[in-house]
């Protein structure tokens, strides 16, 4: 790759996605343009040695992008928030992070000063300045991953939130539980009935697993979400059945956003956002759930895909820098 010609006139954006299987890092103009991209695996429960990689990952962009080592802010998308009352992690399904002063020892390990905030906050703001969202007031960011969460970005910016809470959908409970729905739904966090037990990409196989059991059709290997969704396309009633339980639980826990935000356009991320269906499937699903006589906001999958957390998280420091100067 050529290099970018960054100096401290007109540093690169630097962006790291945190994430439970992976870390990736970018670099971007000033104008957006990916200039450098790498990714590693996250070293998982093992919290210094993530530390150590992220900062090896950090250096590696820079270099690629022929920036030489700058002293400008990076951004940090992580599966969690620091709380602002210690700036200690909390909330992380990347359990290994919660409890731990992440800002405190990434300055130190980078020589520079880190910006943090949730990874679907990211997602938001990236969908928001140059994404599927692009120029829309109110953008609300789902991902649907590993874990389930959700971001806002208003006017562009991410909104964090008093309480650094803000859009923290994945641990509101499903709406309009049934009994049977309400059983056995236990989330990491401590309650029951989370939308991430339910929509989440491991939740949907948990699900269709435990349908072929009841149907005497029980297997030894679980199956991935994506070969459910080949066996829905296929033709197999049971996979079916398993998407349109998914796809009522999506539109309930969406309805009852939408009633209270309105966004102007909802974007999915995270690898439940890859199954074409939903984008013709859910708008419909969800109007029932819409205390209004018509539901016309557009659902779109996320324009950077799974590099779309990581962009959000290297537009962080210039949107952090605005809303300080408000």
């Not at 210094?48 to 022929?66: D, N, R, S, T």
């Not at 826990?253 to 199954?275: E, H, Y």
């Amino acid at each position: 790759m050529a290099p970018s010609g960054g100096d401290d006139r007109q540093p690169v954006r630097l962006g790291v996605d945190l994430g439970g299987t992976k870390i990736e890092a970018i670099a971007l103009a000033a104008d957006g343009r990916q200039l450098a991209r790498r990714r590693v695996a996250t070293p998982r429960h093992d919290y210094e040695a993530g530390v150590a990689a992220i900062a090896a990952l950090v250096a590696q962009v820079e270099a690629e992008a022929g920036s030489p080592p700058l002293t400008t802010p990076v951004g940090f998308g992580i599966p969690g928030s620091p709380s602002p009352a210690t700036g200690l992690i909390r909330n992380a399904n990347s359990t290994w992070l919660n409890g731990r002063p992440l800002q405190r020892d990434l300055e130190a390990a980078l020589g520079r000063p880190a910006v943090i905030a949730n990874d679907a906050n990211c997602l938001a703001a990236s969908e928001a300045t140059d994404g599927a969202g692009a120029g829309a007031p109110v953008v609300w960011a789902l991902i649907l991953g590993t874990g389930v969460g959700s971001g806002l970005a208003i006017a562009g910016r991410p909104l964090t939130g008093r309480n650094a809470i803000a859009g923290e959908w994945g641990h509101m409970p499903l709406p309009a539980m049934t009994d049977a729905e309400a059983a056995g739904r236990a989330c990491y966090c401590g309650r029951t009935g989370c939308v991430e037990t339910f929509l989440s990409g491991p939740a949907f196989t948990r699900d269709h697993m435990a349908s072929l059991r009841r149907n005497g059709r029980p297997t030894l290997e679980a199956m991935s979400a994506q070969q459910v969704i080949a066996a829905m396309r296929a033709g197999d009633r049971l996979a079916q059945a398993s998407y349109r339980r998914y796809l009522d639980w999506l539109a309930r826990g969406v309805g009852a956003v939408v009633n209270v935000l309105d966004p102007d356009v909802i974007v999915l991320g995270g690898g439940m956002s890859n199954v074409d269906e939903l984008y013709a499937d859910l708008p419909a699903a969800i109007a029932p759930h819409v205390f209004s006589d018509v539901f016309d906001t557009p659902v779109r999958r996320a324009a950077h895909g799974d590099s779309s957390g990581v962009r959000g998280a290297a537009w962080l420091p210039a949107a952090s820098l605005g809303a300080a100067g408000r």
